[in-house]
């Protein structure tokens, strides 16, 4: 069965810090990687993580993916409290047309 | 920004009313999805397209039911409320399976 497994489940920091989010999974036919943030309401999307090694970045915020090992890295840089948030990490089913989500980091970033 | 609505955002209804909500991509996406997520708590499928006249279940059990009768729309109905579908309803779609997914900004029901 497909599964994806997030760590830590919950994270509390101090503005200025850095962090590091986990997300190991289990899937057949592997194709892609997707990190996303959730606020308030809906999911937002962070990156797509197709190859190993290849790091991804956006502002602050950084991910790499490993293949071989099977997990992928999210992180955070110089937090802030506006990145408080869940983060979600989730892969395509290997034989089926949905995502498999992870059950999410949620991180506080106290000021 | 995702051209992707759901309607109501709000709603509070009595047990045993019948409803419908709504979900709206303007993107041309053939997959939809729906998601039900109580606060703070993980994204559980419970219904999914893979285009017009396809429909499948999710992993979480629901006793609602979707159509998707054009590309654009897939609506979710719950044919008598209880207060145990009290949750987040959130609607998705993408283009491809492994690529972004697009969420609408979700609708809360409470059942009394």
């Known amino acids: 069965e497909d599964k994806v497994v997030q760590s830590p489940l919950s994270l509390v920091v101090h503005e200025g810090d850095t962090v590091t989010l986990n997300c190991s999974y289990e899937?057949?036919?592997?194709?892609?990687l997707l990190w996303y943030k959730q606020e308030k309401k809906a999911p937002t999307f962070l990156f797509m993580l197709?190859?190993?090694?290849i790091e991804k970045k956006s502002g602050r915020l950084s991910s790499i993916l490993d293949k071989k090992e099977l997990f992928s890295i999210l992180n955070i840089t110089a937090t802030q409290t506006g990145d408080s948030a869940i983060y979600l990490c989730?892969?395509?089913?290997?034989?089926?047309?949905?995502?498999?989500f992870g059950k999410g980091t949620k991180l506080t970033v106290n000021p | 920004e995702a051209d992707i609505y759901q309607t109501p955002r709000y709603l509070v209804i009595g047990t045993g009313k019948k409803i419908t909500l709504e979900c709206s991509q303007t993107m041309g996406h053939d997959k939809m999805y729906w998601y039900q997520q109580d606060p703070g708590m993980e994204l559980h499928l419970i219904h999914y397209?893979?285009?017009?006249?396809?429909?499948e279940k999710g992993d979480l059990s629901s006793e609602s039911t979707v159509s998707r009768i054009r590309t654009e729309h897939f609506p979710l109905t719950l044919e008598s409320a209880r207060p145990s579908h009290t949750s987040q309803y959130l609607c998705?779609?993408?283009?491809?399976?492994?690529?972004?997914?697009?969420f609408g900004e979700g609708s809360r029901l409470t059942v009394l």
């Open positions: 989730a892969v395509p089913g290997g034989g089926s047309e949905k995502l498999v």
């Open positions: 397209s893979y285009g017009v006249n396809s429909t």
């Open positions: 998705a779609s993408s283009f491809s399976l492994t690529g972004e997914l697009f």
């Open positions: 899937v057949t036919n592997f194709r892609s």
């Open positions: 197709t190859s190993s090694g």
